[in-house]
Each structure stands twice: as C-alpha cells, then as structure tokens.
C-alpha cells in the first residue's frame, strides 16, 4: 500500500488527533478569555457572562496589595523615607515666595483691638526689617517640617490607610486590574492557550485506535469532553505548581509563574510606583477627607503655636496685648489655611523627591522577588481558582460538543 492509499483509506481516522488538538486549544483559548472579558456582564437575564477578573474586581484588587505590597512594606516605613531637611531643600524655590506671601498676609489681616495698625506699620518698615523678620520665619521651617512629618507619621493610620486606597483605586479601574494580570502573567496565559494544543493531539492517538476498533457512538463525544477537561487542568497546574523545585530524574520541575518571580516582581514595581503610589496620588488622598484636613491643620496648629512661644519667649505677652488674644490666636489660623491652600497644589520637586524617597519600583521588586514561592504563587493562583470549575466545565461541554460533531462527519 502506497502513502497515497493509506491516507486515502484512513484519512478519516487520522483527522481524530488533529481535532482533539484543536479542541484542546480552542477550548484552553477560551478559558484565558473567559479570565479576562467581558468587562461587563454580557448576556440575557441572569444567563450569560462577565470575566472572572473583572466580575471580583474588588477581591482581585485586595487579591493584589495583599499578597504584594501588604506583606513587604509599612506606611510608616514609607513616610519615614522623606527626610524633612531633603524636602525644605527640594520646596526652597517656592518657600522663598511662600514665606514672603505668608508673613504679608498674617500682616495685613490681623488687627490691633480692630484698627489694621500692624498693616500699617508693616507697609512702612523698611526692607532692611522686612527680610529679617522673613529669614528668622524661615529658620524655623525645617524644624516645623520635621515634626510635621514625625506628627504625620505618628497619625499615618489615622489619616490614610494606603493600602485600602489602592484596592479601592484598582476595584473601581476593571481595564487597570485586568491589564495588571494580563501582563504580569502573559506567558503563563499564553502557555495555557497553547497547550490545549500540545496536549490535545497526542490524547487524541489512543482515541484514533479506539475508534478504528471500537466505532461506537459515544466513544468520540466522551473523549472530547475528557479532552476538554483534561487540557484545561493539567494546563492551570503547570501554571501554579509545584511552587518548590521538585527533582524529577534529570529534570527540575516548578511552576511557569514561580520561575518568573523576580521578572514578574519588576513588573509590579513598576506598576506600583508609576500608578498606585505616587506622592502626587498619596498627597490628593490626604486632602480629599475632611477628616484628614482638619487633623492636619491641626498639626500645624499646633507646630505653629510651639515656633512663635519659641521665637517670642518672654515678649509673648507684649504682642498679645499690642494686638490682643483673638488677633494673635488667628495668626496661626491664617497660616494653618494659607498652608492647607499650598499643599493643594504642590511643585513637582517636592513631589519627585517624595517618589524618590518613597523608592516604590526598588522596594517592591526586591522584596516581592525575595518572597517565599508559597506566597508568591497566590498572586496569581486566585485568578485561575475562582470559578475555575465553571472554565474547565465548559472546556468540557465544548470537547463534548466537538466530539458529537466529529462522530457526525465520521459517519
């Protein structure tokens, strides 16, 4: 019997690997999408579908920071980073002017027992007079700065709870946290994909026998179901496990994802540091609660009321009677809400030391890539387990399916 001939007589039994390849492919293929999309829920009533990620967005996101940045940096660790005299050096070529601004306004709202004697005065001292009394107010920021981030570092938990910001940040952004798994796990999606392939075709062999000897109707649908089972859970294990190096003869088994720990940590480093955990972000989670701006003012309150009793000693109760008790308790809420009004809109030199100081990219990467394979594994294994039954069911369905169909054109 020549090639030709044999091909032509059994053609039709060696098209059974070929289809069980296909369908270990399509239905593994499938499963990735599933994963991933749609967004939103896409169906009619209650039947239909929404991707696993985006459909537990809010466990996913906690999914993230606690199996990340939770378990490997502090809040406070973090504040601690931003050293006060680094940052009235990075703030000095607005402070210069701030502090001129302030010291003017403080000057021009506060009264003598209602007469705007001190704006006067003010207006007519000399330059000479002026400066000295703007350089003595600046001797005594980088030790107001200080305490202020000692006070905000000591409050830090009060104030923001940054790991609940991010959650909140990546539940409410499902195109970010979809993107965050996608790429940080691309191969290990890709390799699910097409293993569906590679173990689809030689699972089909035995059935290619089978069928020549045994053509019974279900055999073919029955093997597709297998198949579609099969490729889907050997294909999620490879992925995951095992998560320690296990001695197999000559060979060293681990899971796909655990031996791109180190790269897959860079990648969250990057993604923290560039989206989740800037100074700009972190700053703007501060003053957005009422809570917190109050408590902050009332650390400047506080600062403020400790610089003048430091600065004015004995000659406090001479200014309070020049200007008198509520004038001189308003002083520091002028300064309390013009600093409030600054901090708004911060410069971006204050703002790249903080991200600097902060060292998210470094920190994460490092730490996160020295993690125990046990911990690193369930950054990504509660993708692949929740509803993991309900993807392998239909890889399942579908290689039922298929196999219906491939005995329909065998017979």
């Not at 599933?34 to 929404?50: K, R, T, Y």
């Not at 940045?69 to 660790?77: A, D, I, K, M, S």
């Amino acid at each position: 019997m020549t090639i030709a001939e044999f091909f032509q007589e059994y053609w039709t039994y060696l098209t059974i690997p070929l289809v069980s390849a296909i369908v270990g492919y399509g239905t593994n293929w499938l499963a990735v999408k599933m994963m991933m999309g749609p967004v939103e829920f896409q169906g009619v009533g209650p039947i239909g579908w929404q991707g696993v990620i985006p459909a537990n967005s809010e466990k996913m996101a906690r999914v993230v920071v606690d199996h990340s940045v939770r378990r490997v940096l502090t809040q406070e660790e973090l504040i601690s980073r931003v050293h006060p005299e680094h940052l009235v050096d990075a703030m000095s070529n607005r402070l210069e002017n701030f502090v001129e601004e302030l010291v003017d306004e403080v000057m021009e709202q506060t009264t003598s027992y209602g007469f705007k004697v001190s704006n006067f005065l003010w207006s007519a001292s000399p330059i000479w007079l002026k400066e000295k009394v703007y350089d003595e107010v600046k001797k005594q920021l980088p030790d107001m700065v200080r305490k202020m981030v000692d006070d905000i570092k000591d409050e830090s938990e009060d104030l923001l709870d940054l790991n609940e910001l991010i959650v909140e940040k990546l539940g409410n952004n499902k195109e970010m946290l979809i993107d965050i798994f996608k790429t940080s796990g691309a191969k290990e999606f890709r390799f699910l994909e097409r293993s569906g392939f590679y173990f689809g075709f030689p699972l089909g062999i035995p059935v290619m026998f089978l069928w020549y000897f045994y053509p019974v109707w279900w055999l073919l649908p029955l093997f597709g179901l297998l198949v579609g089972y099969l490729t889907n859970t050997i294909a999620i294990y490879l992925i995951q496990k095992p998560v320690e190096p296990v001695k197999v003869g000559p060979f060293t088994i681990l899971g796909l994802f655990i031996k791109r720990q180190k790269e897959v940590s860079r990648y969250f480093g990057k993604v923290f540091a560039e989206d989740l955990i800037r100074a700009e972000i972190v700053a703007e989670e501060f003053l957005k609660s009422k809570n917190s701006v109050d408590r902050i003012r009332d650390m400047i309150h506080r600062e403020v009321n400790h610089s003048l009793e430091a600065t004015q000693g004995s000659f406090k109760p001479l200014t309070v009677m020049s200007i008198g008790p509520t004038q001189y308790a308003r002083i520091s809420d002028i300064i309390s809400d013009r600093t409030i009004k600054e901090l708004e809109r911060p410069d971006k030199r204050s703002l790249n030391y903080i991200d600097k100081a902060f060292d998210i990219e470094e920190t994460v990467a490092e730490r996160v890539g020295n993690l125990p394979g046990e911990e690193f594994y369930e950054l990504l294994h509660p993708v692949v387990a929740e509803d993991e039954w309900k993807l392998i069911a239909v890889g399942a369905v579908l290689g039922l399916l298929a196999g219906f169909w491939q005995w329909a054109l065998l017979t």
